[in-house]
């Protein structure tokens, strides 16, 4: 069900990014920009709201999407019936982001209630089922891709009311995921019962750590994206680049899945590394057709990567999560807006002008090499950390096994005197006094250690020598390294009899 519903409400995002499957024949580019201005900030705000609203109100989630769902659909009525008027366009771009929003984040909200295998294997097949679709849609006449669009929209609403309604039932529909006892993020409650606060601060910092590269690449390469698709999408575009970046996220969602299954046990930087290493390489030597492909694709991978890092780190905490989710589904359209943007300030307005256009070119090669570096950088500063910890960790174990070889060493020691004194009749203070020089210490330290006077301490070694029949305190350390030897040899004998 969440995969059904995920994959429709992702077609019908696609069709908002390429409102022209629903906008009238003939629209004009300051419309197209128009709508695109009011979806990207509403993206932004409505994704940050839904977080926010979620995490203080977590009965909001439900609720939330709903609400979501209803904007979404009448975003695209008024699409569908808007006649040329920018502000109309900017209405309807609003609704259809702040709904998409809500839902997207919600149905992402969803995953964190599944295994982490599981729900990075829905996640990309939700990405792909709906690239295909939307692939399929848009090789079909406007009035039928419109209505498919419609019935999308509300089959994915339908999806989500059942999948809430069933996890409802099961007992497992939560998402007070920080009021789990004894968690990391547990509420924190004061001396008169009201909650004061969240535990487990070094805990968020040290998830917040692990999950900025990511982000950081998504935002970077969703930009990078937006800058590329007006010049595919203009009017003086090549007619086959706009079915190439409808194409492009399919790939991306193929190669993610892949991933999933042969590598997800591998650290995402490295894939990271591969898909802005190939966007490099693509920008330099690839027409621009295919070069658009890369971006396409690398942003879905860069997308869903993200998503499933905060989905695997976060799934026990899943009010946290949903912040995460929000912010970064907030960033990245944000990013995506800022983009479109972009090539009119360099003048590039089609093919021919962006590939005559180096300041544009260089402008988006420094920002994948720069992205590149901090990449490899993060990477070389963790494998030190790693290394640095193995390092410490191993100093402490040795650490540990000298202590105990050295306390097993003392306490050999004092059976040896202890058995000694014994044999000689040695009184308690001169077994004491013995097992101090058999350690090797010295007159004045067992006058301190014991608080007597030195000519005492004299007259018990001398009674120790007299009773052992030595002469010197090296004849002493010997004699008890023999007893001590004599007894590892009995030990072994016996182990060996008990053996066989």
């Given at each position: 069900?969440v ?15 390429f409102p022209?499957s629903?906008m ?9 920009r ?5 979806f ?5 705000v409505?994704a940050l709201?839904?977080g926010v609203?979620?995490f203080r ?6 609720a939330g ?12 009525a008024l699409?569908?019936t ?11 771009g609003?609704?259809c982001?702040g ?7 919600y ?13 990075m294997?829905?996640q990309g097949?939700q ?5 295909l679709a939307?692939?399929l849609?848009?090789?079909?006449p406007?009035?039928v891709?419109?209505i498919a669009?419609?019935a999308?929209?509300?089959?994915s609403?339908?999806c989500?009311?059942v ?6 039932a099961?007992?497992?529909?939560s998402i ?8 990391v993020?547990?509420?924190?409650t004061g001396?008169?019962g ?7 601060r070094e805990e ?14 998504s935002v ?9 698709t ?23 969602a ?6 999933t299954?042969?590598?997800a ?5 490295l894939?990271l590394?591969?898909v ?10 690839a027409?621009f057709?295919?070069?658009?492909a890369?971006?396409s694709a690398?942003?879905?991978?860069c997308a869903l990567?993200?998503?499933?890092l ?11 999560a ?6 970064g589904y ?6 995506f807006?800022?983009g ?7 003048g590039v307005?089609?093919?021919e002008t ?8 260089m402008?988006?090669a ?5 992205v590149?570096l ?5 990477d070389?500063?963790r ?10 960790r191993q ?12 306390k097993a ?7 040896v ?7 000689a ?7 004491e006094?013995l097992?101090?020089?058999?350690r ?9 250690e014991l608080c007597?006077?030195?000519n005492?301490?004299?007259g018990?070694?001398?009674r120790?020598y ?7 305190k090296?004849?002493?350390?010997d004699?008890v390294?023999q007893e001590?030897a004599k007894?590892?040899?009995?030990c072994?004998?016996?182990d060996?009899?008990?053996?066989r």
């Amino acid at each position: 069900m969440v995969v059904a519903g995920f994959s429709l409400l992702c077609c019908v995002s696609l069709a908002c990014f390429f409102p022209h499957s629903m906008m009238f024949d003939g629209a004009s580019a300051p419309l197209y920009r128009s709508f695109n201005s009011g979806f990207g900030l509403a993206s932004f705000v409505g994704a940050l709201a839904y977080g926010v609203a979620v995490f203080r109100f977590p009965k909001l989630f439900f609720a939330g999407t709903l609400a979501g769902y209803a904007m979404l659909g009448a975003g695209c009525a008024l699409l569908m019936t808007a006649i040329g008027d920018a502000w109309v366009a900017v209405t309807a771009g609003a609704l259809c982001g702040g709904g998409l929003a809500c839902a997207y984040v919600y149905w992402l909200g969803l995953l964190t209630f599944m295994h982490r295998r599981r729900a990075m294997t829905a996640q990309g097949g939700q990405a792909l089922v709906g690239g295909l679709a939307f692939s399929l849609l848009s090789l079909l006449p406007l009035e039928v891709a419109r209505i498919a669009i419609v019935a999308g929209a509300a089959v994915s609403c339908v999806c989500a009311c059942v999948a809430w309604w069933r996890m409802r039932a099961s007992g497992e529909a939560s998402i007070a995921g920080l009021q789990e006892k004894g968690g990391v993020f547990s509420a924190r409650t004061g001396a008169d019962g009201e909650q004061v606060g969240y535990q487990g601060r070094e805990e968020l910092v040290r998830i917040f750590q692990s999950i900025a590269l990511p982000a950081l690449c998504s935002v970077v390469v969703s930009f990078l994206y937006g800058a590329l698709t007006p010049v595919a999408a203009s009017m003086m575009g090549f007619p086959r680049t706009v079915p190439v970046v409808i194409w492009g996220g399919p790939v991306g969602a193929a190669a993610y899945l892949i991933w999933t299954r042969i590598g997800a046990g591998q650290r995402g930087s490295l894939v990271l590394q591969v898909v802005f290493g190939v966007l490099a390489v693509l920008l330099l030597l690839a027409p621009f057709e295919v070069t658009l492909a890369g971006f396409s694709a690398g942003n879905q991978v860069c997308a869903l990567l993200f998503y499933s890092l905060i989905i695997g780190e976060l799934a026990r905490h899943r009010r946290v999560a949903l912040v995460f989710l929000s912010i970064g589904y907030a960033l990245v359209h944000l990013a995506f807006l800022g983009g479109l943007f972009v090539p009119w300030r360099f003048g590039v307005f089609s093919y021919e002008t962006f590939s005559q256009s180096a300041p544009f070119i260089m402008f988006v090669a420094y920002a994948i090499g720069g992205v590149l570096l901090f990449v490899a950088h993060r990477d070389k500063l963790r494998k030190m950390r790693c290394l640095e910890g193995e390092l410490n960790r191993q100093r402490k174990e040795k650490e540990g096994l000298a202590r105990v070889v050295a306390k097993a060493t003392n306490d050999e020691l004092d059976l040896v005197c202890e058995s000694l004194a014994c044999a000689a009749g040695l009184t308690k203070r001169e077994t004491e006094v013995l097992t101090m020089l058999a350690r090797g210490r010295d007159v004045a330290f067992v006058c301190n250690e014991l608080c007597l006077a030195r000519n005492t301490v004299k007259g018990y070694t001398k009674r120790i020598y007299a009773k052992l029949d030595i002469h010197s305190k090296q004849e002493l350390i010997d004699l008890v390294e023999q007893e001590r030897a004599k007894g590892l040899e009995s030990c072994a004998d016996s182990d060996g009899l008990c053996l066989r």
